[in-house]
């Protein structure tokens, strides 16, 4: 199989120029990993090393585009110091992002950043919400007519633990094997479901294909063990980029990650043929937004 995973030397969170090669991987759905670049934590943060850092009441810790902090435990103090250190990484994932893709300027929105201090193994869950299971992303309450789902992930691991993923098969491979189980899409359904607020606004025809291979994915267990895949554990200092909603991915193990999130208009990529709305468009025959 073709390589899904890229390896870079860069160690600065800055690229001297943007390169079309890493440029065209990234957007042909590959994942860009820096296994020399790190995110530094400043002394003070290590305390944040800790799954205590998450009110045991909320699923996740979320720095959001306002720069509101949320799931958060700890005092007013330690909230504002966790605040910095997300808003910190958050400065950097742009950085990168400008300078690798400075087309993409401009044009992504900010979506909220998130740090997960939740060891993955011991986490249990239904097949759905399971990213242990190989899946592309896709959003079931909001639907993003096509728009692409750019992250940024490092490791902040401080016992040398990486983080373990799978990461699978292009995603034009992936459709061409779920596309035909795909249930088909029924826009009074995408209806009833605004109407009950299930989803935040109407669900398309592709937000619908992309959950159809989301579930397709994770729910089919001879998938997950037969397609094609590699191992690739993110080294503890590392950091890793890919559109999560083309590469097809699953995290096995690990602890202590942060994680930026960027949307992308698909017309606005270096190559907007490269998208899975124009992938999944051309495999169907007919416009799906
Ligand atoms: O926790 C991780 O390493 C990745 C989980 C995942 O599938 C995702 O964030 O899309
Ligand atoms: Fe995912």
Redesign the pocket.
Known sequence: MEQQIIENPLSSWQAPAPNPEWIAALEAGKVLYFPNMAFELLPSERAFLTPAARDPKARNISLDAAGHLKGAAGDTAAQIALALMIGRFREQALALIDSLLPDYKNNLRLAPT?Y?PMQ?ESRSQSWRAD?KRL?V?AFPSRPNYGER?L?V?TNINPDGVP?V?RVGEPFETVARQFLPRAKPYKRWQAKLLHALKITKSLRSEYDHLMLQLHDGMKSDLDYQARAQQVPMP?AAGSVWVCF?DQAS???MS?QY?L?QTLHLPPEKQYNPTASPLAILTRLSGHPLI
Do not use: K, Y
């Open positions: 998130s997960r993955v990213d899946h992303d789902i992250r992930f983080r993923w993110f999560s991915h699953a995290v690990g990650m994680e």
